[in-house]
């Protein structure tokens, strides 16, 4: 394990910009998450660090060494990729010793054993080990393509979206699992995801990645209470931040265009708010009822105690409490 | 089952199209086959059956088209054959049934080496090259890489003959006229262009994911071909190989025009074998069905592959 540091580093494909000036620390045994929409650079982001992409300027440096100019076997890096990219005419057991098998690497055929077993414990596919990694589930085969990067020990273990292609239930069992894993081996990841619950949940750093730019990077509850834009406001928080224009409410700070207010900036009545909005429709989940509201024509989606006993139609009215003040381009502006 | 007892798709054809469907290939595979069941029974006939006028469906089969392919006869008195020993073997009494004796082998055994080294030799050799080419065009941005693949496959669009007299010219300046180097080179160049085409379109199918595995993994890019690559375009391989094999063993013009004492083929051989004799079908015939032995064999070895080959990669592209 190492500390991987990206210096100011940008990748143009043709016209299209996929990553400018991305510069970024992983510390030694650190997760860190990417979180961004489809297309904003986060898979390039990986790929330079892999050595799959030739940066068009920056450097990458893997344990104090500039890697920038080397070739990916050289980089000392293991890749999950989203579509598990298992090798079809191998079995699991041959798919997750390929790495050690490597001609540069030479281990023992004995220690190649010992290890892939002890891994295929750890991620419970021991039973499959000589099955052909075609003839798996999409869990079992995604916890291979997991198990065949943790078979090394390499500087870092770049992820991109390994769990995506999971159904719910799977995908939050091996995101325990994976967090386990990477507690128990003190193991340093980047791990690239659209999905906000596992960056909060997994990550101790989250970087959120727009348009090829690092917007802000910090624990994830600093990038939920204390976004830097409204871009990072809007990639966490279930239901999304509403951004509202600032002149539906009164008393606003000056230079103030846009009011961001999640769920807990919100406080629902029956009259005696600061304004009043209409109920569209209630959305029941359970446990939580989703609140659609009209306000002045505006869209704004809360959470709301399922006994309130709200119906389309109803007149509530609504407080902001501590909300997040954001100006004309959408940067933060201090409450 | 029945499809009342089944789950029926409305995409899936019924019985009835089913059975017409079945009716139709095997109606078709039959009329493909005639030609070569008649050159196969005409290779067991003797010669009066093989020209007999109603042809003969039912006969007595006789070796004597295998042993005339095989050997050279004179043609000797009735008293000289009688002067002689008993005959050595049964290509010998036939012979000398027809007042010949067995002078010595036949030039088809050679004829039929030359065949299988030039033919095996130039399809290992387009398949390597088309291989390793299609991997660079798939793979890599080759500058002009449009112009290329058109310019590989323009060199097909020509009858391959209309360039028969300059090579035949280059040929015999270079002196590979008549040499197995020289028909092997030929045939690769043109099977090349093939199997370029057709391979890339299989190793387009392969996701680049897997190269990038395994290089991070520690493997170099050559490695990484040999390992996850080649593997996985099998199929593309077994097919690619096959119709090249078939072009250059079926190939006859430039056989006949730049091979005659030491590379020829079996393909130019075969039409002289009745120049010997007379009209002497049945040795033709059997020439023809062993001619057959050695794609027949290939065919089957492959047969698994070349069936998702034709199928899949190749057509989807």
């Given at each position: 394990?190492?500390?991987?540091?990206?210096?100011?580093?940008?990748?143009?494909?043709?016209?299209?910009?996929?990553?400018?000036?991305?510069?970024?620390?992983?510390?030694?045994?650190?997760?860190?998450?990417?979180?961004?929409?489809?297309?904003?650079?986060?898979?390039?982001?990986?790929?330079?660090?892999?050595?799959?992409?030739?940066?068009?300027?920056?450097s990458i440096r893997i344990d104090g060494r500039d890697v920038t100019g080397d070739a990916p076997a050289d980089r000392d890096v293991?890749?999950?990729?989203?579509?598990?990219?298992?090798?079809?005419?191998?079995?699991?057991?041959?798919?997750?010793?390929?790495?050690?098998?490597?001609?540069?690497?030479?281990?023992?055929?004995?220690?190649?054993?010992?290890?892939?077993?002890?891994?295929?414990?750890?991620?419970?596919?021991?039973?499959?080990?000589?099955?052909?990694?075609?003839?798996?589930?999409?869990?079992?085969?995604?916890?291979?393509?997991?198990?065949?990067?943790?078979?090394?020990?390499?500087?870092?273990?770049?992820?991109?979206?390994?769990?995506?292609?999971?159904?719910?239930?799977?995908?939050?069992?091996?995101?325990l699992e994976l967090k386990r894993i990477q507690v128990d081996l003190g193991a340093t990841i980047l791990y690239v995801t659209h999905d906000q619950t596992e960056a909060m949940t997994m990550a101790s750093r989250i970087g959120v990645i727009e348009a090829g730019r690092l917007m802000q990077i910090g624990s994830p509850r600093e990038i939920y209470e204390n976004p830097v834009n409204a871009h990072v406001a809007a990639r966490l928080g279930q239901p999304t931040i509403n951004l509202l224009p600032a002149a539906l409410f009164a008393g606003v700070p000056a230079g103030v265009e846009t009011i961001g207010a999640r769920t807990e900036h919100l406080t629902i009545g029956r009259g005696g708010g600061d304004v009043s909005a209409t109920v569209k429709r209630v959305e029941h989940l359970?446990?939580?009822?989703?609140?659609?509201?009209?306000?002045?024509?505006?869209?704004?989606?809360?959470?709301?105690?399922?006994?309130?006993?709200?119906?389309?139609?109803?007149?509530?009215?609504?407080?902001?409490?501590?909300?997040?003040?954001?100006?004309?381009?959408g940067w933060r502006v201090a409450a | 089952m029945t499809s009342a007892t089944t789950a029926h798709s409305v995409v899936e054809p019924s019985a009835a199209t089913r059975r017409f469907a079945g009716s139709l290939v095997v109606l078709y595979a039959v009329i493909t086959m005639i030609p070569l069941v008649w050159i196969m029974l005409t290779a067991f006939k003797s010669p009066d059956d093989a020209i007999s006028y109603p042809p003969k469906v039912m006969f007595k089969p006789s070796l004597e088209g295998f042993c005339n392919l095989f050997t050279t006869r004179s043609r000797q008195t009735p008293d000289f054959i009688r002067s002689l020993g008993p005959p050595q073997g049964l290509c010998d009494s036939i012979a000398r049934s027809r007042n010949m004796v067995v002078a010595g082998p036949s030039n088809y055994v050679p004829r039929f080496v030359n065949s299988l080294i030039i033919a095996f030799g130039s399809t290992v050799l387009a398949v390597a090259l088309g291989t390793l080419s299609a991997y660079g065009f798939s793979r890599f941005r080759v500058p002009l890489k449009d112009d290329l693949l058109f310019f590989i496959l323009s060199t097909r669009m020509m009858p391959p003959i209309a360039v028969a007299i300059p090579i035949y010219l280059m040929y015999r300046t270079v002196g590979l006229s008549d040499t197995r180097l020289g028909m092997i080179l030929l045939y690769t160049s043109v099977n090349v262009s093939l199997a370029v085409w057709l391979l890339k379109g299989f190793i387009d199918e392969i996701p680049r994911e897997y190269e990038e595995a395994a290089m991070i993994d520690g493997y170099t890019r050559f490695q990484a071909f040999v390992k996850v690559v080649l593997p996985q375009a099998t199929t593309g391989i077994a097919a690619t190989a096959i119709f090249c094999l078939i072009f250059a063993w079926n190939e006859y013009a430039f056989a006949v025009l730049l091979t005659s004492g030491n590379a020829q083929t079996a393909p130019p051989f075969i039409p002289i074998i009745i120049g010997e004799g007379g009209q002497d079908w049945p040795a033709v015939a059997a020439g023809t069905t062993l001619f057959l032995v050695p794609i027949v064999v290939f065919t089957v070895l492959l047969r698994k592959h070349l069936l998702r080959g034709i199928t899949f990669g190749a057509v989807r592209k």
């Amino acid at each position: 394990m190492a500390e991987v540091e990206i210096n100011a580093v940008s990748k143009a494909f043709g016209k299209a910009q996929a990553v400018s000036g991305l510069s970024l620390t992983v510390g030694d045994g650190e997760f860190v998450a990417l979180l961004g929409p489809t297309g904003a650079g986060k898979t390039t982001a990986l790929r330079l660090i892999a050595g799959l992409e030739r940066p068009d300027c920056g450097s990458i440096r893997i344990d104090g060494r500039d890697v920038t100019g080397d070739a990916p076997a050289d980089r000392d890096v293991a890749f999950v990729f989203q579509q598990y990219s298992l090798y079809p005419h191998l079995t699991v057991f041959e798919n997750m010793a390929f790495a050690l098998r490597a001609p540069t690497r030479r281990v023992p055929e004995a220690d190649i054993r010992a290890k892939v077993q002890e891994v295929a414990r750890l991620l419970h596919i021991e039973s499959k080990l000589h099955n052909k990694a075609t003839q798996l589930s999409g869990g079992q085969m995604q916890r291979v393509a997991i198990g065949r990067a943790l078979v090394r020990s390499p500087s870092i273990y770049l992820m991109d979206e390994p769990l995506s292609s999971l159904d719910a239930k799977l995908r939050g069992e091996l995101r325990l699992e994976l967090k386990r894993i990477q507690v128990d081996l003190g193991a340093t990841i980047l791990y690239v995801t659209h999905d906000q619950t596992e960056a909060m949940t997994m990550a101790s750093r989250i970087g959120v990645i727009e348009a090829g730019r690092l917007m802000q990077i910090g624990s994830p509850r600093e990038i939920y209470e204390n976004p830097v834009n409204a871009h990072v406001a809007a990639r966490l928080g279930q239901p999304t931040i509403n951004l509202l224009p600032a002149a539906l409410f009164a008393g606003v700070p000056a230079g103030v265009e846009t009011i961001g207010a999640r769920t807990e900036h919100l406080t629902i009545g029956r009259g005696g708010g600061d304004v009043s909005a209409t109920v569209k429709r209630v959305e029941h989940l359970g446990d939580q009822s989703h609140l659609h509201l009209d306000l002045g024509g505006r869209p704004v989606v809360t959470l709301a105690d399922p006994e309130a006993g709200l119906g389309a139609g109803d007149e509530v009215s609504l407080r902001l409490n501590k909300p997040l003040f954001f100006d004309a381009k959408g940067w933060r502006v201090a409450a | 089952m029945t499809s009342a007892t089944t789950a029926h798709s409305v995409v899936e054809p019924s019985a009835a199209t089913r059975r017409f469907a079945g009716s139709l290939v095997v109606l078709y595979a039959v009329i493909t086959m005639i030609p070569l069941v008649w050159i196969m029974l005409t290779a067991f006939k003797s010669p009066d059956d093989a020209i007999s006028y109603p042809p003969k469906v039912m006969f007595k089969p006789s070796l004597e088209g295998f042993c005339n392919l095989f050997t050279t006869r004179s043609r000797q008195t009735p008293d000289f054959i009688r002067s002689l020993g008993p005959p050595q073997g049964l290509c010998d009494s036939i012979a000398r049934s027809r007042n010949m004796v067995v002078a010595g082998p036949s030039n088809y055994v050679p004829r039929f080496v030359n065949s299988l080294i030039i033919a095996f030799g130039s399809t290992v050799l387009a398949v390597a090259l088309g291989t390793l080419s299609a991997y660079g065009f798939s793979r890599f941005r080759v500058p002009l890489k449009d112009d290329l693949l058109f310019f590989i496959l323009s060199t097909r669009m020509m009858p391959p003959i209309a360039v028969a007299i300059p090579i035949y010219l280059m040929y015999r300046t270079v002196g590979l006229s008549d040499t197995r180097l020289g028909m092997i080179l030929l045939y690769t160049s043109v099977n090349v262009s093939l199997a370029v085409w057709l391979l890339k379109g299989f190793i387009d199918e392969i996701p680049r994911e897997y190269e990038e595995a395994a290089m991070i993994d520690g493997y170099t890019r050559f490695q990484a071909f040999v390992k996850v690559v080649l593997p996985q375009a099998t199929t593309g391989i077994a097919a690619t190989a096959i119709f090249c094999l078939i072009f250059a063993w079926n190939e006859y013009a430039f056989a006949v025009l730049l091979t005659s004492g030491n590379a020829q083929t079996a393909p130019p051989f075969i039409p002289i074998i009745i120049g010997e004799g007379g009209q002497d079908w049945p040795a033709v015939a059997a020439g023809t069905t062993l001619f057959l032995v050695p794609i027949v064999v290939f065919t089957v070895l492959l047969r698994k592959h070349l069936l998702r080959g034709i199928t899949f990669g190749a057509v989807r592209k």
